[in-house]
């Protein structure tokens, strides 16, 4: 009888701690979806700029970060310059002087595009996700 009741109650203790480590699951589970989706806010796409067919990654020592809301001016020894602004995860040309700034008329770089790209054709600079 007694021996019985212990293995009773280890048998409860068993399945409270299976309980248990389902909550821990559940739990870490929609913390970590919080966390990710509400706290870190983090954008995994990146932009990338490319001019004459280079890469370019950073400006005057500053990362091109989505992330980090920034202004990079984009030019060349002959004075073609673009201006990219990075604002609230959104890049967009805002200044440059190409005669036909289509690159500036193009205005935000849409995500929910596939294929969407800044262009411009003067400067020879593209910009899109990665
Ligand atoms: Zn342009």
Do not use: W
Request: aromatic fraction near 6%; charge should be positive.
């Amino acid at each position: 009888m007694l021996i019985g009741k212990r293995e009773k109650i280890s048998e409860k203790k068993v399945k409270m701690l299976e309980i248990i480590s389902i909550i821990a699951i559940v739990a870490f589970a929609i913390l970590s979806y919080i966390f990710s989706t509400f706290i870190l806010k983090k954008d995994s796409r990146n932009i990338s700029v490319y001019v004459d067919g280079k890469r370019i990654t950073q400006v005057n020592g500053h990362k091109i970060d989505i992330n980090v809301n920034g202004t990079y001016v984009i030019g060349d020894k002959s004075g073609d310059y673009n201006v990219i602004e990075i604002k609230d995860k959104k890049v967009s040309c805002i200044e440059a002087n190409c005669p036909d700034e289509i690159c500036v008329k193009h205005g935000d770089l849409r995500k929910d595009l596939d294929n969407d790209m800044i262009i411009c054709a003067p400067h020879r600079m593209t910009i899109q996700y990665e």
